[in-house]
């Protein structure tokens, strides 16, 4: 009777050994895909600046996804200014040294499209059409200074034209350094706002 109550005893403990192994396992194996989520898929960055207002406030979280997808008019992206585009007298883009830092902007116009300035009343064509913009509380001005471009442009293959909702701080696509943006200079586009958890949910 001893010898089975030991090896009973024998057997409950290995078994609670090898339950706690499969949960440290599992634990392990999620904390790794969760990693390679972050690094590769999913990235989370903060808001610096008034320039998104007033869909995006200074030190907002954001979730971004990094998987390759194709920007489209509208969505709100995540730049590595690290180089910027310019067109020459015969509207063929060159890079040039950019802001070198992190902004996050939105994408106004894709390859192909058309875009005009009225800087005068602070409206932007796109193909011809006004465009409506709910998004941003400020009409659209021109740079004091180191301006990209003499409007209408057509934006070429490989590059998207960016800029913010707040129209009379943002330094964007209207500002040399910044120009037109590469598509390699983009790290992705944001879905998400997670904090402050009282503003949780999709931006757009």
């Not at 904390?31 to 903060?46: E, G, K």
């Not at 998104?52 to 030190?59: A, E, F, G, T, V």
């Not at 939105?106 to 009225?118: E, H, K, N, P």
């Not at 796109?126 to 004091?144: F, H, I, M, Q, W």
Request: a negative charge.
């Amino acid at each position: 009777m001893r010898e089975y109550i030991r090896f009973s005893k024998h057997k409950s403990v290995n078994m609670v050994i090898g339950t706690l192994l499969d949960i440290l396992s599992y634990a392990l194996t999620t904390l790794f895909c969760i990693l390679l989520l972050n690094i590769y898929v999913f990235h989370n960055v903060y808001v610096q600046g008034d320039s998104m207002l007033p869909r995006l406030q200074d030190k907002d979280r954001l979730l971004v996804n990094a998987l390759d997808w194709t920007p489209s008019c509208g969505d709100i992206v995540i730049i590595n200014a690290d180089r910027a585009g310019l067109l020459d007298e015969n509207g063929t883009p060159y890079q040039t040294e950019g802001l070198h830092k992190v902004i996050v902007k939105r994408v106004i116009a894709v390859a192909g499209q058309t875009l005009d300035m009225d800087f005068e009343h602070g409206y932007v064509y796109r193909n011809g059409s006004l465009l409506d913009e709910p998004y941003t509380n400020t009409k659209t001005n021109a740079p004091v200074i180191d301006a990209a471009f003499t409007y209408p442009i057509t934006i070429p293959e490989g590059y998207i034209y960016v800029m913010g909702d707040n129209r009379e701080v943002s330094k964007d696509s209207r500002y040399a350094d910044v120009g037109l943006v590469p598509l390699s200079e983009v790290e992705g586009c944001v879905i998400a706002r997670t904090q402050p958890l009282q503003k949780f949910g999709r931006v757009n």
